[in-house]
């Protein structure tokens, strides 16, 4: 039922800033109790947790990437998006847009995951 959509360009040059779209459908991203996050995978390496927005618009950030991350939403189109400037290419890595309850890490709901590149 609740469907998400990451969207993006694939291929970011350094130093530049990293941008990507959510697009959530069959559920409102301000309905309480519930947080929209950015999760991205590099090769060989496990899940690592980017950030997240709370129903309340309120923002949570992964200390290693809080300096460059930045989420935000528009409520109009039932979207958030994640900025993550100054990039390299060790931020190369499959981005996913995911939803949880008030459970820690249990996501119900994921994007299929986009590819981004850091490259020159």
């Known amino acids: 039922q609740v469907q998400l959509q990451e969207s993006g360009p694939g291929l970011v040059k350094p130093s530049q800033t990293l941008s990507l779209t959510c697009t959530v459908s069959g559920a409102s991203i301000t309905t309480t109790g519930y947080y929209y996050t950015w999760i991205r995978q590099s090769p060989g390496k496990g899940l690592e947790w980017i950030g997240a927005?709370?129903?309340?618009?309120?923002?949570s950030y992964s200390p290693s990437l809080k300096r460059r991350a930045s989420i935000s939403r528009d409520t109009s189109r039932n979207q958030f998006t994640l900025q993550l400037s100054s990039v390299t290419p060790e931020d190369t890595a499959v981005y996913y847009c995911?939803?949880?309850?008030?459970?820690?890490?249990?996501?119900?709901?994921w994007g299929q995951g986009t590819q981004v590149t850091v490259t020159s």
């Open positions: 995911a939803r949880r309850g008030l459970v820690v890490g249990l996501y119900t709901s």
């Open positions: 927005i709370r129903w309340s618009g309120d923002t």
